[in-house]
């Protein structure tokens, strides 16, 4: 008959308070209890502080993307007929990175088997127009940020 009865087990969980003012330590035993509210003391000052850094950083990094897009608004207005000449340019490359694109795909639509299965297929295609891609890509981030109209927020003279 014992059996039948349940059997009480001790909670999996308790209550932990972690708030420092009026703390007082659990009565018998507590040795657990105090050291659980310790660590999450300590995880929650670690925690602050990492919140603290990120803010740092992200005030750093805005602060530099301010800068460097602020150089680049006088740049424009320095140089407004190359940066014309720069966005005429980058809509010309534009078009070209597009037919190239075109090329790539069409070659490997027609060559997806021997791709898939040698190594020497992709490495070839790879070296053939990977580094291509590469600098089209560069050239055409390059030429889009110079020709790029500048946001009236970013410019110094701005009312």
């Not at 969980?13 to 703390?23: L, M």
């Not at 809509?91 to 021997?114: H, P, R, V, W, Y």
């Amino acid at each position: 008959m014992s059996q039948d009865q349940p059997r009480s087990r001790p909670p999996l969980y308790s209550q932990i308070d972690v708030a420092q003012a009026g703390y007082t330590p659990p009565v018998g035993g507590g040795n657990a209890q105090i050291e659980q509210t310790l660590l999450l003391r300590q995880m929650l000052a670690a925690q602050d502080r990492q919140n603290e850094l990120m803010e740092e950083l992200v005030n750093f990094l805005g602060n530099a993307q301010k800068q460097r897009a602020n150089e680049l608004g006088q740049w424009k207005q320095a140089n407004p007929g190359l940066a014309r000449r720069c966005r005429h340019a980058a809509e010309t490359l534009g078009k070209i990175q597009t037919e190239f694109l075109e090329g790539i795909t069409q070659e490997i639509d027609d060559n997806a088997d021997s791709l898939l299965d040698g190594e020497f297929m992709l490495n070839e295609f790879v070296d053939r127009f990977g580094p291509r891609m590469a600098h089209l890509n560069g050239l055409l981030q390059v030429l889009s940020q110079l020709s790029a109209t500048p946001s009236p927020t970013n410019t110094p003279n701005s009312p």
